[in-house]
């Protein structure tokens, strides 16, 4: 099984253009997730999804954007990159009422 | 409100020497308690978890936690450390009023030397 496969592994992008951070996972978890982890600020929620076509925030949520068309599949879009973006962002998914989370490999976005 | 906190943000050690790496919670019930592992260029790894019952709990790789509810206190353990465990490690709190989130310390790189 692959698990949580997370596409770029890294990218530079310039300030204000956009890219979507792609996530896929094949284990029919109805949990997905969305983090950005910064040094010594350990993960911060950005969106999650309990199922196809549910989406909710998380704790930063602002300058991002989410979808969620089928199990497998939870992008992450950035619209006006901007160099406080810049971080390692990780996707995860898990089953409902479960702490097994399974992590992606996580993409390194670096906004100049 | 609840929070997760590892006082250290970079610990070194000599490989072969035990290791401890500390974290504290603030939480209102029992927790449920949780420790990752990142290597370098990895997604996160479970090494173990506490729910209940015996509170010296044991994990993957030769580490252990024990958790400890007068100090609020979820430290995690090896005996002999090895180059290979040389990542990042978090500890986490899992939230049962929030769809089993996760509240996430801010993480200890662990540095080892030769």
């Known amino acids: 099984n692959a698990g949580v496969t997370q596409t770029p592994k890294f990218r530079i992008l310039k300030i204000g253009q956009s890219m979507t951070l792609q996530c896929t996972q094949d284990m029919n978890h109805n949990y997905m997730y969305w983090y950005r982890q910064d040094p010594g600020m350990g993960l911060k929620l950005i969106y999650y999804s309990v199922g196809a076509g549910i989406t909710d925030k998380g704790e930063v949520p602002n300058g991002y954007n989410v979808s969620r068309s089928t199990t497998e599949d939870f992008p992450l879009r950035l619209e006006l990159a901007a160099p406080s973006q810049t971080s390692v962002y990780f996707c995860?998914?898990?089953?409902?009422?479960?702490?097994?989370?399974?992590f992606g490999s996580g993409t390194r976005l670096t906004v100049v | 409100a609840q929070s997760v906190t590892q006082p250290d943000i970079h610990i070194t050690v000599s490989e072969g020497a035990s290791l401890e790496l500390r974290c504290n919670y603030s939480y209102g019930a029992t927790p449920y308690l949780f420790w990752y592992v990142q290597s370098p260029g990895q997604g996160l790894q479970l090494l173990l978890k506490y729910f209940s019952g015996d509170t010296l709990v044991q994990g993957i790789k030769g580490f252990e936690a024990e958790f400890k509810r007068s100090q609020s206190s979820f430290n995690l353990r090896k005996p002999s450390v090895h180059w290979s465990d040389a990542a990042e490690y978090f500890c986490a709190v899992g939230r049962m009023d929030s769809n089993y989130q996760l509240i996430w310390g801010a993480g200890t790189k662990l540095i080892i030397k030769p």
């Open positions: 995860a998914s898990k089953f409902e009422e479960s702490y097994g989370y399974t």
